[in-house]
């Protein structure tokens, strides 16, 4: 069974300072996604990692993805308050239709 | 371009009613799916339909049905409905997995079941 697990669930930080969300899946993938909730809303895409090493960045994220490690990280660089959102990875086991999510974090950017 | 339509926005069911949440997308995606997104639990897969005429269970089918209706719509009914379904309900489309493509959500349906 498919298992994708997030760390931390719940973050709070200071303006301008670095941390890295760490996602973690349980199956052979080569692909994974992220994804921004703000509260009361719906999903956002924010990247798509298709192989072992891929990196993008976008702003103040940036995500790679060790499909040896079965690892994915979101660092975060000099947070803003407008980073507050929950983060969730989701991964679609090899061979199949179905994305599965992790339980997501919860990130507060303290002013 | 309206991307993925959800209707209703918010529902109010006794236990033992019935309804129908209607999902819709207009980019042309192969893929449709229904999740549940619970305090706490992330989402979770109630169907999928990887392509027109095909459907799948996922996670937590029990208690739920689907239909997917033509390429452009995919819809969920509870038939008897429990208070352990109240919650919000997304609808997703992907233009395909198996090529690695991200999913689009709808707004949601926020579902309490009293």
């Known amino acids: 069974e498919l298992k994708v697990e997030q760390n931390p669930l719940f973050l709070s930080m200071q303006e301008g300072k670095n941390y890295t969300i760490y996602c973690n899946y349980s199956?052979?993938?080569?692909?994974l996604y992220w994804y921004r909730q703000d509260p009361g809303k719906s999903l956002e895409s924010l990247f798509v990692l298709l192989s072992n090493g891929a990196v993008k960045q976008e702003g103040r994220l940036m995500a790679s993805l060790d499909t040896k490690a079965r690892l994915s990280t979101l660092h975060i660089t000099a947070a803003v308050h407008d980073l507050s959102a929950t983060y969730f990875c989701a991964v679609d086991a090899t061979g199949t239709y179905k994305y599965i999510f992790g339980t997501g974090t919860r990130l507060k950017v303290l002013a | 371009n309206a991307g993925v339509t959800q209707t209703p926005k918010f529902q109010v069911l006794k236990t033992g009613q019935s309804m129908t949440l209607q999902c819709a997308q207009d980019?042309?995606?192969?893929?449709m799916y229904w999740y549940r997104q619970d305090p706490g639990m992330g989402l979770r897969l109630i169907y999928y339909s990887a392509s027109e005429g095909t459907t799948d269970k996922g996670e937590v089918p029990n208690g739920y049905n689907v239909s997917r209706l033509n390429k452009r719509e995919f819809s969920l009914r509870l038939e008897s409905a429990a208070p352990s379904q109240t919650s919000v309900y997304f609808c997703?489309?992907?233009?395909?997995?198996?090529?690695?493509?991200?999913?689009?959500f709808g707004p949601g349906t926020r579902l309490t079941v009293l």
């Open positions: 997703a489309s992907s233009a395909g997995v198996l090529i690695g493509y991200e999913q689009f």
């Open positions: 199956t052979t993938s080569d692909r």
């Open positions: 980019m042309n995606h192969n893929s």
